[in-house]
């Protein structure tokens, strides 16, 4: 599916038309015209804003996926992944030299098997 095609499917869906989707945007309805008939693309900005007005991601408006999903489902994933890296940072922190170096060693370990694997 083009863009053309895929924002004027996503307007009709949210229930848009094209002129409330222009003032949504700021633009002109004729800016949103010439996106759905392909003779104009938009800035990645307004790519973006899109994206958090529609809540979708800018891959599916754009037409690349046909994954319709919300991005806050990712950001969710992000922020929970970066919570687990600082708690596994604050134990590490936690242990004595000893304990600094066995886990050290370990990943290093693993590193160099993974790069042999690869091989």
């Keep these: 599916m ?13 229930g848009y038309t094209q002129v409330t989707l222009s003032e949504a945007l700021g633009v002109t309805k004729g800016a949103v015209a010439m996106w759905e008939t392909g003779k ?14 529609f809540d979708r991601r ?15 489902g990712y950001k969710l994933l992000i922020e929970r992944e970066q919570t687990d890296v600082k708690g596994v940072i604050n134990r590490y922190l936690e242990l004595d030299e000893q304990g ?4 050290d060693d370990v990943i290093e370990n ?9 091989i």
């Design 58 to 72: 800018i891959d599916y408006i754009i037409g690349y996926s046909d994954d319709d999903s919300s991005p806050s």
């Design 40 to 53: 104009r693309t938009p800035d990645y900005e307004m790519l973006h804003t899109m994206s958090e007005l």
């Design 2 to 14: 083009t863009f053309a095609e895929r924002l004027k499917a996503v307007r009709k869906q949210q």
């Design 100 to 103: 600094r170096k066995a886990v």
């Design 110 to 118: 693993e590193i160099q098997r993974l790069n042999n694997t690869q």
